[in-house]
């Protein structure tokens, strides 16, 4: 493994290289809107129109927006539960997504799913099954693919911690950095895995063990949105160039339960005073509000947006009972995941 091949530090110097200001503006505009979806879906799970529990991710944002948004519009990405962000740079509407959140017909799942488990092979976003971490197999064995076939693309799997623990995460390791194929491990180091906190789950951090199976690693301030896009897109650049996968280390913080069902009484409160200190999007705000924009006028614009989605997802209708097994299974030719443009996968051009 070389000499750090990719850096977290510096990364919000060199993002402005690639990033002007209507992606910046973007970036709080993409984390805003998951936010704003969450928190509605959490008000529709309290008042008993979500069956199930609610599991969100708030103060993650910028890992799964930053990190999405890093790829090109041919690239896919297999999001965990937390990570509402990938869905909607890939260009998942809001209304699908509340829709889903009810067991709509107009969701994303027709309401065949469970309520925040969701993907749309047409847009490159693999649908997420709880067995963590199973889908970074799923991201080598589509990165093993591009690479058998010479195509300039690149896989993306977020898992957290706590995933790092189980055997389906050494073997994806150990296969990707074998084979070294085009994908980027994105682990979401939020300290918990549900309520076990790092210091009782290994000796050894995740992103030191990289080095055994010949991955380059780096660490990035999960919470700075564009410090995550540019480590991400330094780890896309190796991966195009055949140089192998990467994995990145997001360090942030769950500042929700486990699920909706969950106090998170065994989180210390100070850890959570110090996170919400750094909030994400206040971040971003804060970047943004240095270089004249209305970020006021963004968050109202994106509150209006999901109070209209809200309306437009609770008047869908019921899937009906008959037609229950339809488009359960794959019939006629698979969708190619990730073929279509995204709109606001933009920048890589490659």
């Not at 260009?91 to 309520?115: C, E, F, K, Q």
């Not at 991201?139 to 693309?153: D, H, I, S, T």
Request: aromatic content about 6%; overall charge negative; hydrophobic content about 45%.
């Amino acid at each position: 493994m070389e000499e750090d091949p990719v850096r977290g530090a510096g990364a919000e110097h060199d993002s402005a290289r690639f990033l002007d200001r209507d992606d910046r503006i973007a970036l709080l505009r993409l984390m805003a809107t998951a936010r704003a979806i969450e928190e509605r879906g959490l008000s529709l799970y309290k008042q008993g129109k979500v069956t199930g529990s609610f599991y969100d991710g708030r103060g993650q944002e910028a890992t799964a927006v930053g990190a999405t948004f890093a790829l090109g519009p041919q690239d896919p990405v297999c999001p965990l539960i937390r990570d509402l962000g990938a869905h909607i740079v890939k260009g998942t509407p809001p209304a699908a997504i509340l829709a889903h959140y009810l067991g709509r017909a107009g969701g994303v799942g027709r309401g065949r799913d469970g309520n925040v488990h969701f993907g749309d092979a047409r847009r490159g976003v693999v649908g997420m099954v709880s067995m963590l971490p199973d889908m970074m197999a799923v991201a080598v064995g589509m990165a093993w693919a591009f690479k058998l076939r010479g195509e300039q693309r690149c896989a993306l799997s977020f898992f957290g911690d706590g995933a790092t623990s189980v055997g389906d995460w050494h073997e994806a390791m150990n296969l990707a950095g074998l084979q070294r194929v085009p994908v980027i491990f994105v682990l979401e180091h939020n300290g918990y895995a549900y309520s076990t906190p790092s210091s009782r789950q290994f000796v050894v951090d995740p992103l030191e063990r990289a080095a055994v199976y010949g991955i380059a690693a780096a660490t990035v301030d999960g919470n700075d949105v564009e410090a995550v896009f540019e480590v991400t897109r330094q780890a896309r650049e190796r991966a195009l160039a055949g140089e192998g996968p990467t994995l990145i280390a997001a360090q942030t913080m769950r500042m929700h339960g486990h699920g909706a069902h969950d106090d998170a009484s065994y989180v210390p409160p100070e850890l959570f005073e110090h996170w919400a200190a750094r909030d994400p999007l206040e971040c971003q705000r804060k970047r943004l509000r240095s270089l004249g924009v209305d970020v006021e006028a963004i968050d109202a614009a994106v509150r209006s947006e999901i109070e209209l989605a809200t309306a437009e997802a609770l008047a869908m209708a019921e899937p009906e009972p008959a037609g229950a097994l339809q488009d359960v299974f794959c019939e006629g030719e698979p969708l190619m995941v990730g073929r279509g443009a995204a709109p606001w996968s933009h920048f890589a051009g490659t």
